[in-house]
């Protein structure tokens, strides 16, 4: 069974920084192509990274530039590095493996696994 367990979200600034963790079990991590999805109140959860088992990364345009994807797959892990934070980037933040063509484009691609971890709360201060 597939478990999914984030971690390092918190309470930050406007402009802060936070890397979050996602730690994988039961899955054969270095095949799987790897999203941050983030879910804000009254709103649906939307994907705004991948990173390919060949380690390309593709974001939403609402991130780019500020977030990095990264993994390691000897620690079955997949990072994201959050800078430049604002407001609008309070979520809760979840991983899953991702299903679809990468290159169609973020809104081509769906969750793989059913069960999601519990998420990791992320909070920017204005």
């Known amino acids: 069974q597939v478990q999914l367990v984030e971690s390092g979200g918190g309470l930050v600034q406007f402009g802060g920084s936070l890397r979050l963790s996602c730690a994988a079990s039961g899955t054969i991590f270095s095949r799987d192509t790897m999203g941050w999805y983030r879910q804000a109140p009254g709103k649906q959860r939307e994907l705004v990274a991948i990173?390919?088992?060949?380690?390309?990364?593709k974001y939403a345009d609402s991130v780019k530039g500020r977030f990095t994807i990264s993994r390691d797959n000897t620690k079955n892990t997949v990072y994201l590095q959050m800078n430049s934070l604002k407001p609008e980037d309070t979520a809760v933040y979840y991983c899953?493996?991702?299903?679809?063509?990468?290159?169609?484009?973020?809104?081509?691609?769906?969750?793989?696994?059913?069960?999601w971890g519990q998420g990791t709360q992320v909070t920017v201060s204005s």
């Open positions: 990173i390919t088992s060949s380690s390309i990364t």
């Open positions: 899953n493996a991702v299903l679809g063509r990468w290159d169609y484009g973020l809104g081509s691609l769906a969750p793989r696994f059913g069960s």
